[in-house]
């Protein structure tokens, strides 16, 4: 029984023209199942791997040594095989999540340490000078629409490359194609499954338009497609590569394809493959009149009151967390270091600083004033500052507590039970069990949510409401179901398209709590030395089952872009009654102090405090495209998909 006429793929039907209907971003959709499945004859095809590797071994001259990239790798098959060589620096970047996943399971299953990393070839912003080699294979080059394009991905691959590295890559030979395309073919991919394929030339002649229909035998149409790619010839590949810096550029074999079905090769029929080095001056040029990065370090005022704190100042502890920072950046020799921390001054010192890159730390906000908190990046945004960190509009969003659950929710993630009390609810009753929690909707380093927020009966509750609303009159409460169960914390550092990593998950043991105290890291913990919250509670590294550890990272890479989140976050979680684990709130920004939570989940990764600060730090550099912070040690903990 057929389907539905509602529930079929929308198809256009025949077409003069194909180039109208190509989307400008084509390559973001097409790399998924299907794609194993219509190009699978040839990319999934072993004895094409082994020959273009062998081709890549010797054209590039690789060494078991060697630090190599496959920029594109798609579902790996080069990167698996150089790692099943003995090539043990090889790593991936590609952009389609389907195919990283795909990569990342065969590396688990193969037992090799590969390390993969979704990410855009235009966007490579890697270290300058730390690869060997770059190579892209699979005719992976000339899917963007604009040829500048091209350019770009190739000065991103020789920045990265050392002085003398090499660049390998096979593409399509364009005049081949020119004489040689199908303008229309068909084949069976199973017994049950064809593929129709049509093509065309671009109006300019640049570019070889296809359309790809995919019809199963009962359910009708189940894809309609397009793609393109820009036909380069062998002088117009040359040029391209000298204006992006590179020499010695040399053509080597043609790879003909092989195909399990034997029949339509489309792009991959008739390849080029050729190499080419980085030359000296042209890395050099790259890095002239680069000596030290130039940084501001944004800090609260210790001067002024903060209430958030312990006693409403800055005390020794958190003046020794200052010292301890300066100290660790007074050691890198890569950058020159000034601190900003008097904000009677602050926009009249922004309005004038020269810095490379604004370190914000300052977590207490302007004037030390949680409330404030996104006026500082304002600030800067105001003066065109490169800053690390989140931007306002994010440190806006996921102040409210609430609104992130609600995000959250719609995103599929799991959230508490809860119930929204605003100022002006004369007798607030939220329908919730007990025993509960009453906290701030909107509120830091714990304000507003002391031991005694957990509540345990309808008067308890309206209780705390009266007490908070007495306390902190301006802000909206929210009674939550209290979660019994283990509670853990996600750290992120990077961001989404280049490089973003997770830290080991953290776990609260509050197991050496007094009997019967409520197990929360409340105002306590952070503010009161005398408090058992304070001495009793530790933290330890996560025991989660893989598919555990696997759901929370993704959620909160999710959450991360979604956000709006940059350089480095966390995410709470806690276990609920009945086991499952739902999402407390998002820290952008998290405390960056040596003793924090962040800190710790770093040296879980086999990083110093240093290396955690330099990864923030570089991730920063990356996103504005900044190269001279370099972050450390970072090859340590698995990239997200």
Same mark, same amino acid.
């Given at each position: 029984? #057929?389907?539905?006429? #509602?529930?079929?793929?929308?198809t256009l039907g025949p077409l003069p023209d194909l180039e109208p209907h190509l989307p @400008?971003? &084509? &390559?973001?959709?097409?790399? +998924? $199942?299907?794609? *194993?499945? %219509? @190009?699978? !004859?040839?990319?999934?095809n072993a004895d094409n791997t082994t020959a273009e590797v062998d081709l890549l071994v010797r054209a590039a001259e690789l060494q078991a040594g060697d630090k190599i990239l496959d920029l594109c790798c798609g579902q790996g098959r080069h990167t698996l095989e150089l790692a099943t060589r003995g090539f043990q620096y090889a790593q991936g970047i590609d952009q389609s999540r389907y195919l990283l996943t795909v990569a990342r399971r065969r590396a688990k299953q193969g037992s090799l340490p590969v390390r993969f990393t979704l990410g855009e070839a235009r966007k490579l912003k890697l270290p300058p000078g730390q690869l060997d080699c770059v190579a892209m294979m699979g005719n992976s080059f000339g899917y963007f629409?604009? $040829? !500048? /394009? !091209? *350019?770009?991905v190739l000065d991103g691959v020789r920045r990265a490359l050392k002085v003398g590295g090499t660049l390998a890559m096979d593409l399509t030979d364009g005049d081949w194609v020119r004489r040689?395309?199908?303008?229309? #073919? &068909?084949? &069976?991919? +199973?017994?049950?499954?064809l593929v129709v394929r049509e093509r065309q030339l671009s109006a300019d002649g640049q570019r070889l338009v296809c359309r790809e229909v995919i019809v199963h035998a009962t359910r009708g149409i189940l894809v309609d497609q397009f793609y393109a790619e820009r036909l380069y010839d062998r002088q117009q590949v040359a040029d391209l590569l000298t204006r992006a810096g590179f020499c010695a550029i040399a053509e080597h074999d043609v790879l003909e394809a092989a195909s399990s079905r034997d029949q339509d090769l489309g792009m991959m029929a008739h390849r080029v493959f050729v190499t080419a080095r980085v030359a000296e001056r042209a890395q050099a040029l790259a890095q002239a009149g680069v000596t030290k990065q130039r940084l501001t370090v944004l800090l609260g005022d210790p001067r002024l009151p903060d209430p958030v704190k312990r006693d409403g100042t800055f005390n020794a502890e958190d003046l020794d967390t200052i010292d301890r920072l300066k100290r660790v950046l007074a050691d890198w020799p890569d950058v020159s270091v000034r601190y900003i921390d008097r904000h009677a001054q602050l926009a009249k010192v922004l309005a004038e600083d020269d810095a490379d890159l604004v370190v914000n730390f300052c977590d207490e906000g302007l004037r030390n004033d949680p409330a404030l908190e996104l006026h500082v990046p304002a600030l800067l945004e105001v003066f065109g500052r490169p800053y %690390?960190? $989140?931007?306002?509009?994010?440190l806006g969003l996921c102040a409210d507590k609430a609104h992130v659950r609600a995000i959250a929710a719609s995103m599929g993630v799991p959230v508490p039970r809860e119930a929204y009390v605003a100022q002006s609810d004369p007798d607030p009753a939220p329908a919730l069990a007990?025993? $509960?929690?009453?906290?701030? +909707?909107?509120? /830091?380093?714990?304000?507003g949510i002391p031991v005694a927020a957990v509540v345990h009966n309808a008067t308890e509750m309206r209780q705390r409401i009266r007490e908070l609303r007495a306390e902190l009159p301006d802000r909206g409460l929210i009674v939550q179901e209290f979660m019994p169960g283990t509670e853990y914390s996600v750290a992120l550092i990077g961001n989404p398209g280049f490089d973003l990593q997770p830290l080991p998950i953290l776990e609260v043991d509050y197991s050496a709590l007094p009997a019967g105290a409520p197990q929360i890291l409340g105002y306590e913990s952070k503010w009161h030395p005398e408090s058992p919250y304070w001495t009793d509670i530790r933290f330890a590294q996560a025991q989660l089952e893989h598919g555990q550890r696997q759901r929370l990272v993704q959620w909160s890479a999710r959450l991360f872009e979604r956000l709006g989140c940059r350089d480095y976050a966390r995410f709470d979680f806690r276990t609920a009654a009945d086991g499952e684990i739902k999402l407390l709130e998002v820290n952008p920004n998290p405390g960056w102090c040596w003793d924090g939570k962040l800190n710790l989940m770093a040296q879980w990764a086999n990083w110093s405090y240093s290396d955690l600060l330099r990864a923030i730090v570089a991730a920063a550099s990356q996103r504005i495209g900044l190269t001279t912070v370099a972050a450390t040690n970072s090859d340590r903990v698995q990239s997200i998909a």
């Open positions: 029984m #057929s389907r539905p006429l #509602s529930h079929r793929q929308r @400008d971003e &084509w &390559w973001r959709t097409l790399f +998924n $199942a299907n794609y *194993l499945k %219509t @190009d699978g !004859d040839v990319v999934e629409q604009h $040829a !500048d /394009d !091209d *350019l770009v040689n395309y199908e303008p229309r #073919s &068909w084949e &069976w991919l +199973n017994g049950q499954e %690390t960190g $989140a931007a306002p509009a994010c007990f025993p $509960a929690i009453v906290k701030p +909707n909107i509120g /830091d380093g714990s304000l």
